[in-house]
């Protein structure tokens, strides 16, 4: 009963390719949460409240 609930899929024959496309594109959503506000200032850049 206890088996059910505290498998991790260790044995799971295609491990390798579900970790590793996981991995990438954790990693790649960490890059571009990180650049996507200078990427966003960039094409569209704020105005000043003055200038409105």
Do not use: C, K
């Not at 505290?6 to 960490?30: C, N």
């Amino acid at each position: 009963m206890l088996e059910a609930p505290l498998h991790t899929g260790a044995q799971h024959p295609d491990l390798l390719w579900i970790l590793v496309p996981s991995f990438l594109s954790f990693v790649a959503g960490l890059g571009l949460g990180s650049v996507s506000d200078r990427l966003r200032d960039w094409i569209r850049p704020q105005r000043d409240a003055a200038n409105n």
